[in-house]
């Protein structure tokens, strides 16, 4: 909610530190105020010390509303940096000091949010600083608005029309360095992205009488010195140009060609470098110079009189002049001749008949200076449309485009002697006058009565019969001029004054010599007639009127100039029709006739106005000039102005527009107001806190008496949209995630299903498959037993490979499983029978490949000890599992005497044994060792027995499980004690041990008796045999 309290206007935008209006007033003593309707009193002696007090400090940019008051300040000012341009971009109005960007940045924003069209009017006396501020302006959008490379060059266009259309529109006059001599209103597209995409130029009468007069102090047109001191040595050969200015009549009449504040030689730099950017060719270029050329050229003509009075060429005594004659044909593309005669001769067309009336010498000077001026008129406006071409907006979009015109046009200007130009220029202030005072003053007024609001008068001078003195229809001076001009008869500039005080006889604004009273009579020439402009009094001569206004050329010369060879020059020419027998318009009523178009342009337009004042007469910074600055605040009717600001509202709307543009502001309107607009205004307003005196309810409006009231909305407005934009953007945002999630989902859901359907198709095409495969199976099942067919291929072909993979997995793990083996189906029984002889050939290899050397002798031994014994004794099988060792008693546990005795011989095998004694088998444990050669028995340190294997006649075992082993020896070795009995644990180890040593074969019984018994028992028998009981086995 904005609460309008003083204090609260005192302190808008001074957050950020910014000088703003309101804060402003506080240093109103030191700065004066930024805006004239805040002053205290509205007297034109406040006025102008507020305006001084700024002007003092530079300050020359000060607000009426939003109409702004420029002063020159004659000095360059650091006000306009690309610094200062952005601090102006999209900144409220009031919101930071006066500047001609802030009118610049408000007309263009209201633009591009009101979709309509704007013009800003510059006006003020010459040399006031119009040019300048419309510059300022251009540069401003130059640089602010938003841009593409294709609208770069458009930009640059515009920019660089300016110095080519001041170089050839612009003068040195009296008053300004720099007068514009012609009028211009400059259109600039932008499109809805608010980008300048294009610029057009409508371009209002060139003083062309300077192109062949100056008044003392002034200048012709900045282009010919830029030619002639700026153009290089070969371009003024090819133009027959010399150097330096002296040398033409028609630049030195003012005696003032050099000025200290222009610089012909760069500015023709800087116009070459702008023709080539608004993309003139070198032709083109070229046919323009010469024009420029051959007017210096014409100038330089002088014409003779002869015996009768006719004008003859100089050409006898000057050869110069016919270098000048020669030039100037040359350049304008036209024969020598022809154009010495339409200087010297009149063609009369009599019937059908043609006569040459030769001129006397001032009309012939007369014939030369209006070609001179004609030329140079025509080529004005042949450049203005060839810049109005390259500023076109070529993009062809259709979107809509609006437009902001910049009017600068010659100021009111009034020199020692005033003629037909001052008279136009004049008028043309006059009606730009006008068009103010209809647009603001009293539109305002009729705006209040139309809607109904009560309305403090405000006198102000309506200019408008000066206006009507000038331009009415069949009493006008205007129209007088043209009847004049047409009238048939011997008519003069002074029967034009005739007719003049005749029909304006007691015209409030209107004085001549003879109407006047004594006093001023006094002040006036007889062939002088003065206005009372709304700007002051001028008189004007009335000398040239009628020729300047006729601005007749002979029709040999237009004729001739249809013909040139100068592309311009015969465009501009051609375009005359020459053979319409109607007389063209007067000048004076074309110039009307474009005003009043300029004004019906201006009037579909939203204003915004420029009034520059010129500070002092001299053109020196820091002078404030009071009297004349006075005189300005004056006629410029800015006091009305202001009064009108101060008693009316500063800001209006309609109803619905306003409400369309604050409704955010009030839950009520927003987002939608049901009921009638003014109502909803009456709420939004009341909601924001309008107090009853700062606004006024109309019929179809709303009225806000001051800026602040509305900038404070307007401030709010823009915070309440920064809100408003995010809180769309997030239900923007959710909406569209919300569609994208349904998107989504739908998506899913429809991906799902059709993946569904896929894998129900798979699952289907599966089954279908495996019922196929199963009754194969089956089948193969069923004929598996016959001849492979295509039924049963497969299923063999499966049992096989079925088969082939369990039996991989169960294979026997050692030679000796038999039992593993997997049984095979019927049809692999052979190949089952192949693999598992190679499995266990594998295996045996493995095996084999596997067994050590000392396992092989083990292996050799165990085979000995079953080559003898197996079959042969009961106790053998228990044998065979037990390993053989190398020996059973080490030769450490053999006693060191023994070894000693025996040391000459290989010990192979110790064993202990028990040994039964021939007498009575007396058991004695003993050690038996074997030799390469012999037995020994050995009982601690003594050999007891030595049994050589030569008388060793047999050896005898039982069949059953004991250990007696007898040794047969031999009787005949007398050292032997007959047969050796021996018990031994490791009979078989023992005994084959010995076999490999000797050999030994089963032979036949002995004398040894074997039996069974409970106990195992050795003992002698009664048969005197040795008796060997063994154990029983158990059950
Ligand atoms: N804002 C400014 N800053 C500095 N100097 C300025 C400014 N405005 C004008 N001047 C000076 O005043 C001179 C005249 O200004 P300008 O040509 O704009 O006047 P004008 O109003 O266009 O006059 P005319 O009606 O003769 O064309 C400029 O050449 C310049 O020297
Ligand atoms: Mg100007």
Request: charged share 25%.
């Amino acid at each position: 909610m904005i609460k309008h309290s003083a204090q609260s206007a005192f302190s808008l935008g001074t957050d950020d530190g910014q000088l703003d209006m309101e804060g402003a007033l506080t240093a109103r003593d030191r700065v004066g105020i930024q805006d004239f309707v805040l002053l205290d009193e509205t007297t034109e002696a406040a006025f102008l010390t507020n305006l001084k007090k700024r002007f003092s400090k530079d300050l020359i940019y000060t607000y009426v509303g939003t109409l702004i008051v420029s002063v020159n300040p004659y000095k360059e000012l650091d006000i306009y940096s690309k610094k200062q341009m952005d601090t102006y971009m999209g900144v409220n109005f009031f919101e930071l000091p006066p500047h001609i960007y802030a009118l610049a940045d408000n007309a263009y924003h209201t633009m591009l949010t009101e979709f309509n069209n704007h013009f800003i009017l510059i006006s003020g006396e010459s040399g006031a600083g119009k040019t300048e501020a419309s510059k300022k302006i251009l540069q401003y959008y130059a640089v602010s608005c938003p841009s593409t490379t294709l609208l770069n060059t458009v930009r640059d266009k515009m920019l660089m029309s300016n110095p080519v259309l001041e170089a050839f529109g612009n003068a040195k006059t009296l008053k300004n360095d720099n007068s514009s001599r012609f009028g211009k209103y400059m259109d600039i597209q932008f499109n809805s992205e608010g980008d300048a995409v294009g610029g057009h130029i409508l371009n209002y009468l060139l003083e062309k009488s300077r192109v062949v007069h100056q008044n003392h102090g002034e200048r012709n047109f900045h282009i010919f010195y830029q030619l002639v001191e700026g153009g290089t040595d070969d371009l003024l050969r090819q133009l027959g140009l010399e150097r330096g200015v002296q040398h033409y009549n028609y630049l030195t009449q003012g005696e003032c060609a050099i000025v200290s504040s222009i610089n012909d030689r760069n500015d023709w730099k800087t116009v070459k470098n702008a023709l080539q950017v608004i993309n003139f060719d070198e032709i083109n270029t070229n046919h323009l110079f010469g024009i420029v050329a051959s007017v210096l050229h014409l100038g330089n003509i002088q014409f003779d009189s002869d015996s009768k009075g006719h004008a003859l060429l100089n050409d006898n005594t000057e050869l110069i002049y016919i270098h000048f004659m020669l030039f100037s044909s040359q350049l304008l593309g036209v024969d020598v001749q022809n154009l010495q005669e339409g200087l010297t001769f009149r063609k009369i067309e009599a019937k059908k008949d043609q006569v040459l009336t030769p001129f006397t010498t001032d009309h012939a000077i007369y014939a030369r200076d209006a070609l001179s001026k004609a030329i140079y008129g025509h080529t004005f406006t042949w450049l203005v449309n060839r810049i109005n071409e390259s500023m076109e907006n070529k993009v062809r979009d259709p979107s809509r485009k609006t437009v902001i015109g910049l009017l600068d046009i010659y100021g009111f200007e009034v020199f020692y002697v005033n003629s037909f130009e001052q008279f136009c220029i004049n008028y043309c202030n006059e009606k730009l006058q006008q068009l103010f005072i209809q647009l603001t003053l009293k539109a305002e007024q009729d705006e209040y009565e139309a809607e109904n609001i009560e309305w403090e008068p405000v006198q102000f001078f309506n200019n408008k019969i000066i206006c009507d003195l000038v331009e009415e229809k069949h009493r006008g001076i205007i129209s007088i001029l043209d009847e004049e001009c047409l009238r048939p008869g011997d008519a003069t500039d002074l029967t034009f004054l005739e007719r003049l005080e005749d029909k304006m006889g007691n015209h409030p604004h209107f004085v001549t010599h003879k109407l006047a009273d004594k006093m001023t009579r006094k002040t006036l020439e007889r062939g002088d007639f003065r206005l009372l402009h709304y700007a002051g009094e001028v008189t004007y001569c009335v000398v040239g009127f009628l020729d300047k206004n006729n601005d007749l050329l002979y029709r040999n010369i237009k004729d001739l100039m249809c013909q040139s060879k100068n592309a311009i020059v015969k465009e501009c020419f051609s375009t005359m029709d020459p053979d319409s027998r109607k007389r063209p318009e007067t000048v004076a009523t074309q110039f009307k006739s474009s005003l009043l178009k300029l004004t019906e342009i201006l009037m579909a337009k939203e204003a915004w106005y420029i009034r520059c004042l010129k500070s002092n007469e001299s053109k020196q910074p820091g002078q404030f000039d009071e009297a004349l600055i006075r005189h300005q605040v004056k006629y410029l009717g800015l006091m009305e102005h202001l009064r009108v600001r101060r008693a009316g509202f500063a800001y209006r709307r309609k109803f619905d527009v306003f409400l369309k543009r604050y409704k955010p502001l009030c839950p009520a309107t927003w987002p939608h107001w049901r009921g009638e607009p003014a109502d909803g205004v009456e709420v939004l307003v009341q909601h924001l806190g309008y107090l009853p005196h700062e606004y006024k309810m109309g019929r179809t409006k709303i009225f806000i008496r001051h800026p602040r009231t509305l900038y404070a909305t307007e401030d709010a407005y823009e915070k309440c949209k920064h809100e408003l934009a995010t809180r769309l953007q997030a239900k923007y945002k959710g909406y569209r995630a919300k569609g994208e999630f349904k998107k989504q989902k739908e998506a899913a859901t429809k991906i799902e299903t059709c993946w569904r359907g896929v894998q129900a198709r798979k699952e289907k095409e599966k089954r279908a498959w495996a019922v196929k495969v199963i009754k194969k199976f089956i089948k193969g099942y069923m004929t598996r037993g016959e001849a492979k067919s295509t039924d049963n291929s497969e299923y063999l072909a499966f049992v096989r490979q079925s088969y082939l993979n369990r039996l991989k997995e169960k294979l026997p793990k050692t030679v000796l499983d038999k039992t593993t083996w997997l049984t095979p189906p019927v049809v692999l029984q052979e190949t089952s029978e192949i693999l598992r002889k190679l499995h266990y050939r594998l295996m045996v290899r493995k095996y084999v490949r596997g067994i050590t050397p000392q396992k092989k002798a083990q292996l050799q031994l165990k085979a000995t000890a079953s080559s003898i014994f197996k079959g042969q004794k009961d106790s053998y099988p228990q044998s065979v599992a037990q390993p053989f060792l190398d020996t059973r008693i080490s030769e450490q546990e053999v006693n060191m005497r023994v070894l000693q005795m025996i040391r000459n011989e290989h010990i192979k095998y110790s064993v202990p044994v028990i040994k039964y004694d021939r007498n009575g088998f007396k058991p004695r444990p003993r050690q038996l060792i074997l030799t390469q050669t012999a037995a020994y028995v050995i009982e601690e340190a003594k050999i007891k027995q030595r049994v050589l294997y030569t008388s060793l006649k047999g050896i005898s075992v039982s069949n059953l499980t004991d250990g007696i082993i007898v040794f047969h020896i031999a009787c005949e070795d007398p050292k032997q004690k007959g047969d050796l009995v021996m018990q031994c644990d490791h009979l078989f180890e023992f005994l084959t041990k010995l076999s490999v040593i000797i050999e030994i074969q089963a032979g036949k019984e002995s004398a040894v008796d074997f039996t069974t018994g409970q106990e195992p028992m050795v003992y002698k028998a009664k048969n005197g045999h040795l008796m060997v009981v063994t154990e029983l086995p158990r059950l």
